[in-house]
């Protein structure tokens, strides 16, 4: 495959994207700083020389997210219509993930890659007077949706000890879609963000209530396998609320806790029974919410949006499936 950055004789240029359809995108990068206990706490206790590491290195990834285009030489002005960066404190220094969404003819893998770049770098500066031997390493693009290229999740890494990790400490999935419907029976449509309700579910949604299935997930690799025999499905064609990828939703035991943006869930059912005959099996044949759904209650409320990271934060005792 030719770099696309080169043009006939070899010469850089910026390719011209003005035929690409405007399609919308996110990516999701990581990165990390390594650095002693004692830097470690000041870190965390916020007592450094100059403050709150944490907090400016977010803003930092914010602000380099949106100035990209000026830093690397080829990249296109990108009009963001989402950032964000986190900062976690682990057991041997910081991890840093970065979200970047647009509705746009190219991006937003630069944007993420520099907004956990510089929010490293920002760790880095604001600890140096206290250990100047830090690491900064990792940074890396974990995901990335939209476009002609489709759907990247990278691929499972091996630490040191060649124990298989995932795609970013702590991590083991990412939101593809969020959506809803107004009845109950009916394929879901993708919208921009969920608000979830602790007691509710989530606002808007026909299967909002003071229930045990306020929220669906479905794994996006449950559905390949139906596209893989030619069906054309999109997000919320089997009715879930949360499309995901990278993690095996179906086979987390019940009690699980899961954090998903803003949002923390307890998964209260794997699979369910169908009465009635739903629009998505009349339309394709068959259905793999039965088999392979997720249902949980809110247990603190947020919003999630596509691209948001899902973290196991507790497995609940195995329960038998329903």
């Known amino acids: 495959m030719a770099l696309t950055h080169f043009d006939e004789e070899g010469h850089a240029r910026m390719v011209d994207v003005s035929q690409k359809p405007r399609t919308q995108r996110v990516a999701r990068a990581a990165g990390k700083v390594l650095m002693n206990e004692d ?30 285009w000026e ?23 910081v991890a840093v993930e970065a979200w970047c969404r647009c509705l746009g003819e190219t991006g937003v893998e630069m944007e993420a890659l520099t907004a956990a770049s510089v929010a490293c770098l920002t760790i880095y500066d604001m600890c140096k007077s206290h250990q100047r031997d830090m690491v900064v390493r990792d940074v890396r693009l974990l995901e990335k949706d939209g476009g002609k ?12 000890h060649g124990v298989a ?34 007691g509710l579910g989530i606002e808007g949604d026909a299967h909002a209530g003071a229930w045990h299935r306020q929220v669906s997930l479905l794994a996006d690799e449950s559905v390949d396998r139906m596209r893989e025999g030619g069906a054309v499905l999109a997000a919320g064609d089997f009715a879930e ?73 507790d497995e609940g005792p195995e329960a038998p499936r329903r």
């Open 149 to 160: 290229s489709g759907h990247f999740v990278a691929p499972p890494r091996e630490d040191r």
């Open 241 to 313: 609320n949360i499309l995901t990828r990278g993690i095996a939703v179906r086979e987390l035991p019940v009690g699980t806790t899961l954090a998903v943006g803003e949002a923390l869930l307890v998964v209260t059912q794997i699979g369910k029974t169908c009465h009635n005959d739903c629009e998505i099996r009349r339309l394709v044949g068959m259905c793999v919410m039965p088999t392979d759904g997720v249902f949980c209650v809110v247990a603190r409320g947020g919003v999630v949006r596509a691209g948001d990271a899902i973290r196991v934060l």
């Open 39 to 68: 830097t470690l706490a000041l870190v965390r206790a916020g007592t450094t020389r100059k403050g709150d590491v944490l907090g400016v290195a977010q803003v930092a990834g914010i602000m380099a997210a949106k100035r990209c």
């Open 165 to 198: 990790k995932g795609a970013a400490p702590g991590v083991a999935g990412s939101v593809v879609a969020t959506c809803v419907s107004q009845r109950k029976g009916e394929r879901k449509r993708p919208v921009g963000e969920l608000r979830l309700v602790v």
């Open 71 to 93: 830093l690397v030489p080829l990249c296109h002005p990108v009009a963001l219509t989402g950032v964000e960066v986190r900062c976690t404190p682990e057991d041997d220094g």
